[in-house]
């Protein structure tokens, strides 16, 4: 009783009492993923008051800024395709502009890392290159995979210690998703890890055949997180292949839509757990990995926390993987229930069929969350009670041809778009606010929450939903809002469209 | 990762434009896409001496292997690698221990035209299976695979269960409905129709003054009705708004649907012709 009493004592310490963290030095601000910021001048009181301190559009190549900019030293990073810049974080004046063209996925690109005056982002054709931050010359760039796969890079590497962890996108040529650990000096790798077992190993006997496994997913899209102590990296997989079509690829399909833990030394998976299993809808569960050190059930954890493409979110012992919570946050009609993992069941008469399934969905996406350990609610954008009909076509569409979706899915009744608080305890919906976009999220110290709603940039007090501030600048965010303090000054920046937009309070 | 959800929640934000295919492009190729004049050319050659044993749409049989997914085809800028195998043919390995152990690959021999024709058809294929996005089917799905329920029991639940005959008629309204739409089409629209009626509303102020009109925008923040030709906003939390949407039954109707019951509703509307 005493003892426990002392270590939630301790929870709360380190959860609270870290010095104010006034960089923004990684995409999402910390290696724990819960986008929470200790800056408060900022806050509930003053926030109704913010003003525009600078925009900055790139005069080149970027029609939508999907960049989360990351902050050092004064000096803000962000990218687009093919494109980086250096701007000053104070008054968001250009300092360096790098370009490197290709030929690759360009849908988005998300970000720069920066370790040691360095920076390292992924590009289209899937390389990863290093630039020197104080002047964008590059120093290094070496392939991480075949762009003739369909593979490109969106995400920067995560810093772990003295290694990036690099994920991949692409997955149009039913290739298999990898982490792999890379020396910052030399880009040289150190190990990688594939979201698909070797042939034989524990987890291939969810997989029919070789072939349907070594072209089975599991990309890894979005960025995860670090347990420093554990020395554990989390991921989250993405969805099988082909998309549609389970038929072929009957089993659970290990390790797509999961979340995974590796030592970071090795690569060496140490556990997982499935949110998905035999997915066939691209329920992906690539969504953040949120690290939170708190109470369940009266007893202090370190747990992980996901709310998942699929409509549940999850909470877990991120030591051992145990289950602690699954919980559903929209209607869907495709799931049996749980099993004993925790994970749920898919019902196979939900799958796509030639003549169509009525699918009823709800979820969330790449956009990414925040957990607030002052209010202990995990925050999401998400859709509830997305109508569609899926359709397994194997050869009936496009003159006989296959692609590597498998199937199609017709719309029919888009769901609510809400940014829904979620008591991590519980996973019961503390509060909801309506026509939420699809916009990442930043809690802080302050008591705020930065999110776009309704087409506008908002604040709102993060215990009840309530908009404190607004502004509209002509759409949504396109990136996930941060926060950093250079001179004396808070700032908040997020992007709507082609231009980066910065907030201050008045003098 | 498709787009799907994005796609619903993003409000006119679009991914890309020409600023930057003028510097990338959005796919990468050979470095040219394939001529489609080439291609066409190209596909009966790949039918007829090719597709018994890699498939027309080149993902493989019993007898050869899968080639969207080869290396030999996808990394072969100028097309020397793939003419070489055709050319040469491959004799049946044995023991490699490998799936295609014991066929073989008999040789063409083509002319530099007929050789490059056929290429463009084999990467035409292989753009096709990547980059293809998850919509509806094309308007061409046939019918055939939609056809699996029994038109009396779709019959029975359009009077019955479904309350469809309350609104419609199979003699009125919907009278040849099976000839407006291609059938796959038809299945999306009875489950959710498009509207010919804009949403309405009725707008009630702080003074307790109601104003109804055609509802434009309604989020956290507004609320936007065009009334009597003006266009009139107010901030939502200040007004009360009681929506009228068209398309309402057909929403709460979703959720009622069985398993077959979709499938017998389409084999009776099919019968509308």
Redesign the interface.
Known sequence: MKNTYVLALNFFVLATNVPAQTQWPSLNGDESGRRYSTLKQINVQNAAKLAPAWKFKPATGATVVKGTPIVVDGVLYFTVPDHVWAVNAATGKEIWHFNRPSRGDRIANRGVAYYKGKLYFGTPDAHLVCLRADNGRKLWETPMADVHFGYYMSNPPMVVKDKLIVGISGDAGDVTGFLKAVDPESGKVLWTWTSVPKWGEPGSETWPSQEALLHGGGTTWVQGSYDPELNLIYWGTGNPHPVLNGRDRAGSNLYTCSIVALNADTGKLVWYFQPSPHDTTDRDATESVVLIDGVFRGQPRKMLAQASRNGYFFLLDRKTGDHLLTTSFGPQNWSLGLNKRGEPIPDPKRDPSPAGTLLQGSGTNWWVPSFSPATGMFYVNANIGVWSLTYLTNGAVQGGLDDHQGGRESALSPGDPALLALDYQTGEVRWRVGYGNPAGILTTAGGLLFTSNSNYLVAMDQTNGKTVWKTNVGGPASNAPITYEVGGKQYVVMSVRDTLYSFVLPE | ??????V??????????A??AA???????W?ADPDPQAVERGRPEFVRSCGRCHA??L?GTAKGPNL??T?RL??DADGTAVAAVVRAGIPARTAGGS?ADGKAMPSFQLADEAMSDLIAYMRW?VQ???????????DD??VE?????NAAAGKAFFNGAGGCNACHSPTGDLAGIAKKYPP?FL??RF??PRPTKPRTADVTLPSGEKVSGELKVL????VTLVSGGKTLTWPAEQVKVDVHDPLAPH?AL??K?K?DD??NM?AYLWTLQ
Do not use: E
Not at chain 2, 1 to 6: S, T, V
Not at chain 2, 219 to 222: Q, R, S
């Open positions: 990762m498709k787009i799907r959800l994005a619903q929640l993003c409000i006119g934000v679009v991914g890309l434009a600023p930057l510097q990338g492009s959005r796919w990468w190729s470095p027309d749409n993902t969207i997914r290396a996808r990394k799936a294929a096709k299976y990547d980059r293809v996005s998850p919509g509806a089917p094309p799905y046939p695979r939609l056809l699996t329920g796959v299945q999306a489950l959710m989020n956290t923040y507004d929403r979703l959720p649907y398993d979709v499938h389409f």
